[in-house]
T-cell receptor, first 112, second 116 residues
């Protein structure tokens, strides 16, 4: 039961442009949605999160948008940099819970 | 290094052998989680432990898999009589609290288990 879906396995963006990574979810009874970034042979690194009571959260070049009616989450990276090239995982954590539920990831390539 | 430490980074076992994966949480963290990532998949929750207690093992296979987090020492994920399907990356995460309250889980770099 894939409760978090990342339908784009890969994305290529030019340096300086905006990267938009998307995530859909099938259950809305959750407190937090998170984005993790993962480089090869390393563990996921927390990037940014958003509570289900908010629509937007911003941290430097990274902004996460939550559209609860569409059950859709997106991560915007602007401007994109070559060092942003990694796999990005969307995840959610249940209300009063702890087990992260991850999507399959989107591989982002930022070209110079 | 104050991060989550996992060892070994790579582990090769033959079918039928035992695999032991170790995880030392971040300093000050008493909650440990194990996740497994199969090829081309996202991470899947396996088990959640606190010191000397298994809180939730609902994501862990009922047979051959076990986990512990003793009072002293690292958390151990043990896989007995390994099979080819156990080949995966196993990640450990830790957090200061069990309930997510704006305290993200911090992950180690994983153990890549290969079964010959």
């Amino acid at each position: 039961d894939q409760q978090v879906k990342q339908n784009s396995p890969s994305l290529s963006v030019q340096e300086g442009r905006i990267s938009i990574l998307n995530c859909d979810y099938t259950n809305s009874m959750f407190d937090y949605f998170l984005w993790y970034k993962k480089y090869p042979a390393e563990g996921p690194t927390f990037l940014i999160s958003i509570s289900s009571i908010k629509d937007k959260n911003e941290d430097g070049r990274f902004t996460v948008f939550l559209n609860k009616s569409a059950k859709h989450l997106s991560l915007h990276i602007v401007p994109s940099q070559p060092g942003d090239s990694a796999v990005y995982f969307c995840a959610k954590v249940p209300n009063s819970g702890y087990a992260l539920n991850f999507g399959k990831g989107t591989s982002l390539l930022v070209t110079p | 290094n104050a991060g989550v430490m996992q060892n070994p980074r790579h582990l090769v076992r033959r079918r039928g052998q035992e695999a032991r994966l170790r995880c030392s949480p971040m300093k000050g963290h008493s909650h440990v989680y194990w996740y497994r990532q199969l090829p081309e998949e996202g991470l899947k929750f396996m088990v959640y432990l606190q010191k000397e207690n298994i809180i939730d093992e609902s994501g862990m296979p009922k047979e051959r898999f076990s986990a512990e987090f003793p009072k002293e020492g690292p958390s151990i994920l043990r896989i007995q009589q390994v099979v080819r399907g156990d080949s995966a990356a196993y990640f450990c995460a830790s957090s200061p609290k069990g309930h997510y309250s704006n305290q993200p889980q911090h992950f180690g770099d994983g153990t890549r288990l290969s079964i010959l």
